[in-house]
């Protein structure tokens, strides 16, 4: 009976784990840095040390090996797969943040690429001309005016903010492999997409080593950045930091 109660609880888990771990570094770290944007830097610089290590151990190297034995036409296929079921909730959130047309298409996408694309293994619609999007919670949040918070490192998810750390337990909440109810599917399933997820980010790791005095600062401003772009669609107000 244990074994059969775990799916339903796989969700509620991992919210759990997010919110104690953003809640200690807030608690634990709020006096070991000055830097506004990142007030719990010495918290974060110890997740972030311990992610560096898990990544160094085993993550990396099956991505490595992942990488290096399938063929590409298999790796795009699986890396499809994945995207067309994030483009559902793509979807909801370009409709929570007002953009409805931008919705539209990516209900399209779904609708295209589980039909034609056979169950998203080909991108079919990119290639019709509905362009794919990278929306989330935490990037609606934004769009509703939620500011950043505090930059936090969870252990495994990686660099956050307050305000992406409430929208990562929403996105948890709602993913479809997160709570698929047979356990071995479901863990087979997310160990996929995070090994495909970081076979794509292998080319990124030699720009950071070269470009990088400080690989933490580095990926923390990378972060930012990019996450404020990507709230205002790529033209974000002069200010600073939301």
Not at 79 to 94: H, K, P, Q, R, S
Not at 199 to 216: N, R, S
Request: charged content about 20%; aromatic content about 6%; glycine content about 12%.
């Amino acid at each position: 009976m244990a074994h059969d109660m775990k799916p339903k609880n796989m969700g509620a888990r991992i919210r759990s784990v997010v919110i104690v771990v953003a809640l200690a570094g807030a608690l634990g770290g709020c006096a070991t840095s000055g830097n506004p944007k990142d007030p719990i830097e010495g918290f974060n610089r110890a997740m972030y040390g311990f992610n560096e290590a898990v990544d160094t151990v085993l993550i990396k190297p099956v991505a490595k090996g992942y990488d290096a034995v399938l063929p590409t036409p298999v790796r795009t296929g699986v890396t499809n797969f994945f995207g067309n079921i994030a483009d559902l909730f793509i979807g909801v959130n370009n409709l929570l943040q007002g953009k409805p047309d931008q919705a539209v298409s990516d209900l399209g996408r779904v609708l295209i690429n589980s039909t034609i694309g056979i169950l998203g293994l080909f991108d079919v619609a990119t290639e019709a001309g509905l362009e794919k999007h990278e929306e989330d919670f935490g990037q609606t949040f934004g769009r509703w005016g939620v500011g950043n918070g505090a930059y936090v490192v969870l252990p495994i998810f990686g660099p956050r903010t307050v305000r992406d750390t409430a929208g990562l337990v929403l996105d948890v909440a709602v993913d479809p492999l997160a709570n698929i109810g047979n356990v071995p599917t479901r863990n087979t399933l997310l160990g996929l997409r995070l090994i495909d997820t970081r076979a794509d980010l292998l080319p990124a790791d030699k720009v950071i080593e070269e470009a990088a005095l400080d690989k933490y600062s580095y990926v923390r401003d990378g972060y930012l950045q990019r996450r404020r772009n990507l709230i205002h669609d790529g033209n974000p107000p002069r200010e600073l930091l939301d």
